[in-house]
């Protein structure tokens, strides 16, 4: 009963957290000049690059208006020579998989998924051999606060060699992040001022 109701504590505090960190990311994002902000997240740090081995799979996501955008690093990666995937859901019970994202510059083979924006099914399966990815919070030693839903967690623990790169704004920084086993920590974290890691 005494490690349920630690179970259950952590769980809420985990929730007050996220919510906290979700408002103060959106604050700061609505506080920013757009053009400003469109020169934020261009291409990936040269440290970031070097962690890349050439012609892997690299794994991105279509961000939400309030994550640090990642659209910019597709393009730049796939003019770059890198095959890049998106998530994909064939529904909202479904685990998350990847799949080919063959068009970042015009986004015709983009279509509505279960959680947004996914490439189209027609455009095949991909494996992403590394893996940028969205948070609520990060620490400076690579842990990671998502959205509670565990798809990138879930995934990452069936693919645990998959090199893993957080996107954050700076604000969305924390001095520690209460963690569970299933939680995957990053092996590097870019915000538009630093590079943390790589760990």
């Known amino acids: ?55 892997s799979t690299i794994g991105l996501y279509y961000e939400i208006p309030s994550e640090a955008p990642a659209r910019a690093y597709a393009r730049f990666l796939y003019e770059s020579g890198y095959p890049v995937a998106l998530p994909a859901f ?57 959205q509670g839903a565990a798809h990138y967690d879930g995934w990452l623990a069936k693919h645990p060699d998959t090199i893993t790169i957080g996107m954050a704004w700076d604000v969305q920084l924390v001095e520690d992040l209460p963690t569970e086993p299933h939680d995957m920590p990053l092996r590097a974290i870019v915000t538009p001022t630093r590079l943390y890691g790589p760990f």
Do not use: C
Not at 25 to 35: E, I, M, N, Q
Not at 104 to 119: L, R, V
Not at 128 to 138: H, I, M, T
């Open 1 to 55: 009963m005494e490690n349920g109701s630690l179970s259950e504590d952590l769980h809420e505090r985990k929730w007050a957290l996220r919510r906290e960190m979700r408002k103060l990311r959106s604050d700061h994002v609505a506080g920013l000049d757009p053009s400003t902000r469109a020169l934020l997240f261009r291409r990936p740090p040269t440290p970031v690059m070097e962690m890349l081995p050439q012609g």
């Open 90 to 146: 064939t529904g909202r019970d479904d685990p998350m998989h990847f799949r080919l994202w063959e068009d970042p510059f015009g986004e015709t083979d983009i279509e509505d998924g279960a959680y947004g924006p996914q490439p189209k099914a027609e455009n095949g399966e991909a494996e992403p051999d590394a893996l940028f990815v969205p948070l609520v919070a990060f620490t400076d030693s690579g842990k990671r606060m998502g």
